[in-house]
């Protein structure tokens, strides 16, 4: 199986999908992530299902290596991402090589950033804690030093990118109107 290795978390950098519905009866938030669109973008360019779990990143990005290699891709606010000290462009799937890393710095616009995993990152019991209100408990944070398992490859790896009619003039993306009109699947 597969891992990336959390070099630097960041300022609040937690695991998160699109969280849990149904449980306000009972006063359980349905946490998850706070840019849901964002966050099924970036999977859906790496084959994902739009819910798989991925690095949630706030303010600050932290820095992460992938001893085995990944595909991965960077959706939400411009953190200023690089893939092995090169520019790395949002909204399409990269190939990170085996032991390579990828680095996301301040924010530049907007207040999250996602890094997406082909595969995405295995949520064992253990991990499913930080998937509520990071701002909860210290302990829901990402540490350095951390190896997050990435969910095996069994999903396609499509390379796609986002049409350029899409995104705005930094190359940010606006919206996709196919994604908008469809209920998200977990």
């Known amino acids: ?39 099924q973008v970036g999977n859906l360019l790496l084959g994902n299902p739009r819910g798989a779990a991925a690095l949630e990143m706030t303010l600050l990005g932290g820095r992460f290596s992938f001893p085995e290699g ?29 032991g390579g890393s990828a680095s996301f710095g301040p924010t530049r616009s907007g207040a999250r950033s996602y890094l997406c995993v082909a595969g995405g990152i295995e949520v064992t019991a253990r991990c499913a804690k930080v998937m509520r209100f990071p701002w909860a408990s210290r302990r829901n944070r990402i540490r350095a030093t951390q190896y997050l398992p990435q969910r095996s490859k069994c999903c396609r790896r499509a390379k796609l990118c986002a049409p350029r ?16 009109s469809q209920t998200p699947s977990t």
Request: some cysteine.
């Open 165 to 180: 009619s899409a995104r705005n003039s930094t190359g940010s993306l606006r919206t996709l109107d196919n994604l908008c």
């Open 70 to 98: 990944a595909v991965i891709a960077a959706a939400g606010s411009d953190f200023a991402a690089r893939a092995n000290g090169e520019p790395l462009a949002p909204y399409v799937a990269h190939t990170i090589p085996p």
């Open 1 to 39: 199986m597969s891992s990336l290795l959390v070099d630097s978390p960041g300022l609040l950098t937690t695991v998160q999908d699109l969280g849990r519905e149904g449980f306000g009866p009972l006063g359980v938030s349905p946490s998850g992530a706070a840019d849901p669109l964002a966050l």
